[in-house]
């Protein structure tokens, strides 16, 4: 009996270790396949579906991720010289470069269409995208963070944060 219970005790720790998995430096992705979401000025904000994409141009190693909804609200995220890695990207990646780059826009048909962008003059480390999958011929998935600052207001700014996408690669 006493074997018995050194072999069940042992095949306990073994399962509970299996289970716990390490997080990627990448994070983890969006639970909803097809869209971005993210809190917007601390608002939730989810693309829809059908204006939910992601480019990879593997000759200029360029991925870019787009979503927005139906107001109007787009939110677009473009890293330069992706490798097809997972990891973490800082918005800058570095001091003086738009190798990363992040939008938050509000697009209204009346005239009062106002771009938030990221980085901007003088803004230092504002921000990270996390890639946590990576597929040429799947989906990318991971979380993202940023501020921005409105393009024609240098006082105005949009806090972007807990955003996370999964979305289907389209490679060219």
């Known amino acids: 009996m006493n074997t018995f219970k050194k072999l069940f005790f042992g095949c306990f720790i073994l399962v509970t270790i299996a289970g716990c998995k390490k997080d990627k430096d990448g994070g983890t992705g969006g639970s909803t396949e ?29 991925l870019t991720m787009l979503g927005a909804d139906a107001s109007g609200k787009t939110i677009n995220i473009i890293i330069n010289n992706y490798d097809g890695s997972t990891g973490t990207w800082s918005i800058p990646n570095s001091v003086g470069s738009i190798g990363v780059v992040a939008s938050y826009m509000e697009v209204n048909l009346g ?29 990318v998935a991971g979380t993202f963070k940023f501020k921005a600052r409105n393009q024609s207001d240098a006082t105005d700014f949009k806090d972007v944060t807990e955003g996370s996408f999964n979305i289907k690669v389209n490679s060219f």
């Open 34 to 62: 097809g869209v971005v979401t993210a809190k917007i000025g601390g608002t939730s904000w989810t693309s829809i579906k059908m204006s939910t994409s992601a480019q990879y141009v593997a000759l200029g190693k360029s």
């Open 111 to 139: 005239g009062t269409n106002k771009t938030y962008a990221a980085p901007y003059s003088g803004s230092g480390v504002i921000g990270e995208v996390k890639i946590a999958e990576f597929s040429k011929t799947g989906n």
